[in-house]
C-alpha cells in the first residue's frame, strides 16, 4: 500500500456535521462537529480557540489539524466552534468580544450541546485566550467534562482565585506550555500552576506560542491524545494514497 505523508492540508475521513447552539443569552454560535466514521468515539474534544482580537477563531491551524486528522488517526470526537462575535468560513456567531467574560456562556452552550447529542463528559481544550475561558469559567459549568488540557495558556486574565477553584476537583489539569513561548515559559507556568496541586505542567521544547510546522503540530496534538485516549499511540505521519481529501 502507497503511503504519502500527512501535510498542512490533509483532511482524512470523518463525518462531519456544521452546527450552531444558543446560548443562555441568546446568542446563536456556530461550529463543527466531527466524529469516526464508524464505531463510538475514544474521546471527546470540545476546542475553545485563541484570542479573537488576536485573529483566533475555530480554524486557528492546530484546532483546524485536530478536526481534520484525530477522528480518523484517534477514532477522537471533535467539536469546534466560534466564540461570540467571531467569523470563519463556517459562519459568524451572534455577539461581540466579551474579553474571556460572556465567552464562559458560550463555553457552557457548547457543554450542553454535547451532552445533547450524548457525547458526554468531554476533554475541554484551550488554545491560549480559549486555556482562560476553560480556566475561569468550566468550574460553573452544570455539565461534567473529563479534564482541561491548556495548549499554550498566557494565564493573562486568569487570577489566582480562578486557579485555586480547581484545588480538589476530580478532573485533571495539564498545561502544554512551549520553550519559546512569548507569554508564559514552562518555569514560570510551573510556579503559576502550583496553586493547583494535581496540575501538570508539559514543556515544549521548540516549541512557540503558535505551535508552527507540522513538528510542532504532531506534538501538540500527539501530547493531547496522550491524556485522552493514550491507548490509540503513536500518531501517523503517513496515510494510505487515495484515503485523504488533500
Not at 18 to 37: H, K, N, R, Y
Not at 160 to 185: I, M, N, Y
Not at 210 to 220: I, N, R, S
Amino acid at each position: 500500500m502507497t503511503m504519502t505523508m500527512i501535510r498542512s492540508s490533509t483532511v482524512l475521513p470523518a463525518r462531519r456535521s456544521d452546527i450552531s447552539f444558543q446560548t443562555s443569552d441568546g446568542l446563536t454560535l456556530v461550529g463543527e462537529l466531527a466524529l469516526p466514521v464508524t464505531g463510538t468515539p475514544a474521546a471527546t474534544l470540545l476546542w475553545c480557540h485563541p484570542l479573537p482580537t488576536a485573529g483566533g477563531y475555530m480554524d486557528s491551524h492546530v484546532i483546524r489539524k485536530a478536526a481534520n486528522r484525530l477522528p480518523a488517526m484517534a477514532g477522537i470526537a471533535v467539536l469546534r466552534f466560534n466564540f461570540r462575535g467571531v467569523s470563519s468560513p463556517r459562519g459568524t456567531s451572534e455577539g461581540t468580544f466579551g474579553d474571556g467574560e460572556q465567552e464562559g456562556l458560550d463555553l457552557e452552550a457548547a457543554l450542553r450541546f454535547l451532552a445533547e447529542s450524548g457525547l458526554h463528559s468531554p476533554w475541554l481544550v484551550g488554545w491560549s485566550f480559549g486555556t482562560e475561558v476553560i480556566l475561569k469559567h468550566a468550574p460553573d459549568s452544570a455539565y461534567p467534562f473529563s479534564g482541561a488540557f491548556l495548549l499554550s495558556p498566557p494565564l493573562h486574565r486568569t487570577t489566582e482565585s480562578d486557579l485555586t477553584r480547581w484545588v480538589g476537583r476530580p478532573e485533571p489539569v495539564v498545561a502544554l506550555v512551549p520553550e519559546h513561548d512569548d507569554f508564559l515559559q514552562p518555569a514560570e507556568a510551573t510556579r503559576r500552576f502550583a496553586a493547583i496541586p494535581h496540575a501538570e505542567v508539559i514543556p515544549a521544547a521548540g516549541a512557540k506560542h503558535l505551535f508552527v510546522g507540522e513538528k510542532y503540530t504532531h506534538l501538540a496534538l500527539s501530547e493531547i491524545v496522550a491524556k485522552v485516549a493514550p491507548d490509540v499511540l503513536p500518531l501517523p505521519t503517513e496515510w494510505p494514497e487515495g484515503q485523504s481529501e488533500a
